[in-house]
């Protein structure tokens, strides 16, 4: 077996696990699904966040990908300074394809929870409220934070009701269900570190509709390697403004939302 084998073999495994597990985890219609279970809580008590800037993180690693990636010791989050004044306005050229300011520079990617999520210095999250990334900018950055956060730490945890309550947009019907998944622990509190650490920051995303009170937005993240063509999994997602501040709307299709594509040109790239 050559050197290469192993190597793209994890490659395409991947690509294969992580898509698979947005797809798995996303919760739609009312209907909660997961994959892999961990027997322990894998709970710890959240030390409180400091400021941002040199303290508070741990030493930074690599995700799957070699790519950095910060440990804040909140592992909820740590929020990072912000500058208002560097958000887009909807007569910028770049309102719907600037990326958020920060999201390049060190802290702009944290492992929360085991999954990475986006932190910007421009858009949000502003805070962290009981363990809640809230306090988005109400810009086409905004809903892209604010959907990626939520997804990520919707399937890092999907047990977490309050984060299911208070920052996903759900019907009574769809609380039912979620709480009837709950009371026959069909949900893990935390998934297991071989699911999150495929949870990785996602290459680029597309902003496809925007208006105040919805945007359509897709990220792209990496996937597996076929016939010698790099492909990636977009997974198109929903944030509604509400209550002053972005929140997860499942998709009302039975569909999948996630389709392969081989190229993130005309992307935004993180």
């Known amino acids: 077996m050559s050197q290469k084998e192993p190597y793209a073999r994890e490659r395409v495994s991947f690509g294969v696990i992580a898509s698979a597990a947005l797809l798995a985890l996303i919760i739609v219609v009312g209907v909660v699904m997961y994959i892999g279970r961990d027997d ?14 040199g303290e508070g993180f741990a030493a930074p690693e690599l995700d799957i990908l070699g ?3 910060d440990i804040p010791n909140n592992p909820a989050g740590q929020p990072l300074s912000q500058d208002p004044a560097r958000q887009r306005k909807a007569t910028d050229i ?8 920060g999201t390049r520079s060190p802290f702009g990617w944290q492992r929360v929870y085991g999954a ?5 210095t421009s858009d949000g ?4 409220e009981d363990g809640l990334a ?6 086409p950055q905004g809903a892209v934070l604010a959907a990626a956060q939520i997804t990520y730490r919707i399937n890092a945890r999907p047990a977490d009701r309050d984060l299911y309550l208070r920052q996903v947009r759900v019907s009574a019907q769809q609380i039912t269900a979620y709480d009837k998944a709950l009371g026959e622990d069909r949900l893990p509190k935390q998934q297991p570190e071989r699911i999150t650490r495929y949870f990785v920051a996602s290459d680029a995303f597309k902003v496809e ?13 990496r996937g597996p390697v076929v016939d010698g063509k790099q492909l990636w999994a977009a997974l198109r997602l929903v944030v509604v403004w509400d209550a002053g501040d972005w929140r997860l709307k499942p998709s009302a299709s039975n569909g999948s939302q996630t389709e392969y594509i081989e190229s993130i040109e005309g992307w935004t790239a993180w």
Not at 40 to 50: I, K
Not at 94 to 101: C, H, K, R
Not at 134 to 139: E, K, P, Q, R
């Open 209 to 221: 509709n925007y208006a105040d009170d919805l945007a359509i937005v897709r990220l792209a993240s």
């Open 67 to 69: 790519r950095r990636v």
């Open 40 to 53: 322990s809580d894998g709970e710890a008590a959240a030390p409180v966040a400091v400021a941002a800037g």
């Open 116 to 120: 990475s999520v986006p932190f910007s």
């Open 94 to 101: 770049d309102w719907l394809s600037a990326a958020p300011e």
């Open 125 to 128: 999250p502003t805070r962290i």
């Open 134 to 139: 809230v306090g988005y900018s109400h810009t």
